[in-house]
Structures are given as structure tokens and as C-alpha cells.
């Protein structure tokens, strides 16, 4: 299993501009989220999906959009950059919400928004 | 407000010592605990999972202890390696249909040879 990954690892936009996070993962697992990571702060949930066909907003959905047409793949499109934006995406996929159940993290999409 | 705060914020410390990261929560209704690893450049990786009934854990070098009366947790890593030099991250979970995480900011742990 090559578990959560995203594309791409790194990228640099330019306010206004918009881009599509690719998140994809070969678990089988209902539960896929979203976080972001600024500079000493905790991970903030952007937004979660409990299965295809339904997401929901987390802490700081403002300035993003989600989809979930497949179990696999779970993409974060941001349409107006802002530098408010820059930041490490992290996308992360569990089998439920249940306590125990753990949540797969990728490695991340190093994001900056100038 | 559901917190998760950690300490210290940040650590040095020499291979082959011990050292103690500290973790205190709010959150509640409280569903479990657990200890991420994060290596820079790469996504947390699960160290330990502790249910409110637990009270310690151990995933090799790392022991992770839960007191959920006084609503702290901490995690001793024994006998470091270079390797540990990561961050780490306390994430407490809400009960509910979410299971939402609430992560601590982290404590960045730096080992020296």
C-alpha cells in the first residue's frame, strides 16, 4: 500500500491565482481530512469527508472547496490565493471516526502564496 | 474553548538521555489521547493511542502515560537516538460522529550526539 499521498510537494502562487491539492489514498478508508499547519500552531481541520459524495467544513473552511466523487481520491481546491494561505496542507484518511481508529497522514503540500 | 497545550516548546538534549514532553488538555468530552511523531518535511506518524481508561502505553523507547483526572499526559522517550530528533505533536479526541482531533502545537525535540 502506498497508504495517503499528495501532489504536489511543493508550490508557489501567486495571489488570485487558484490550484487543485491532490490527495489520494488506497486504504479502503471512509474518513478523509484536510488540515493546514502554520508555523507553531497545531493542525487546523480545513474540511472531512465521511464517505463519497459527502464532505463537511472543519475549523478554517473559509477560502477553500472539497469534493469526494470516489472513496480513493479527496482534492482541495483553493480559487483565490491569499496570503493567509501560505501554509503546509496536510491530507489524512481513517477508516471511521472512532476513537481508536487511526488517522494515515501524507506527507503534506508545502504551499506559498505571494 | 477545547485546548491542547504542550510543553516545553522546545527541547535539546545529548544521545542516550532521557527527556519527558509534557501535554495538557480541556477538551471534553474526552475520547482518547494519542502521540505523534513528526519528522521534518513529513506527515505525523501515530506513536500511541490511549483510551481514557489507560493510564500508560509503550511503543518501544517511548512510554506514554495518561492521567485523566488532572487531564495531563506526557511522553518519555528513553535512551535517544539522533533519529528522534522530530517534533512532537499531543492530539486529544472528541467524542462524536467527527472523532475531531485537537492537536498541540507540538514540542520540538532536537538530539545532539
Known amino acids: 500500500n502506498a497508504g495517503v499521498t499528495q501532489t504536489p510537494k511543493f508550490r508557489i502562487l501567486k495571489i488570485g491565482q487558484s490550484m487543485t491539492l491532490q490527495c489520494t489514498q488506497d486504504?479502503?478508508?471512509?474518513?478523509m481530512y484536510w488540515y493546514r499547519q502554520d508555523p507553531g500552531m497545531g493542525l487546523k481541520l480545513i474540511y472531512y469527508?465521511?464517505?463519497?459524495?459527502?464532505?463537511d467544513k472543519g475549523e478554517v473552511p473559509n477560502g477553500y472547496n472539497v469534493s469526494r466523487s470516489t472513496t480513493e481520491d479527496f482534492p482541495l481546491r483553493l480559487e483565490l490565493a491569499a496570503p493567509s494561505q501560505t501554509s503546509v496542507y496536510f491530507c489524512?484518511?481513517?477508516?471511521?471516526?472512532?476513537?481508536?481508529?487511526?488517522?494515515?497522514f501524507g506527507p503534506g503540500t508545502r504551499l506559498t502564496v505571494t | 474553548k477545547n485546548q491542547v497545550e504542550q510543553s516545553p516548546q522546545s527541547l535539546i538534549i545529548l544521545e542516550g538521555k532521557n527527556c519527558t514532553l509534557q501535554c495538557n488538555y480541556t477538551v471534553s468530552p474526552f475520547s482518547n489521547l494519542r502521540w505523534y511523531k513528526q519528522d521534518t518535511g513529513r506527515g505525523p506518524v501515530s506513536l500511541t493511542i490511549?483510551?481514557?481508561?489507560?493510564n500508560t502505553k509503550s511503543n518501544g523507547r517511548y512510554t506514554a502515560t495518561l492521567d485523566a483526572d488532572t487531564k495531563q499526559s506526557s511522553l518519555h522517550i528513553t535512551a535517544s537516538q539522533l533519529s528522534d530528533s522530530a517534533s512532537y505533536i499531543c492530539v486529544v479526541i472528541s467524542t462524536g460522529n467527527t472523532g475531531k482531533l485537537i492537536f498541540g502545537q507540538g514540542t520540538t525535540l532536537q538530539v545532539k550526539p
Open positions: 489524512a484518511s481513517s477508516y471511521s471516526s472512532r476513537g481508536p481508529d487511526e488517522q494515515y
Open positions: 490511549m483510551t481514557f481508561s489507560e
Open positions: 486504504m479502503n478508508h471512509n474518513y
Open positions: 469527508s465521511v464517505g463519497a459524495g459527502i464532505t
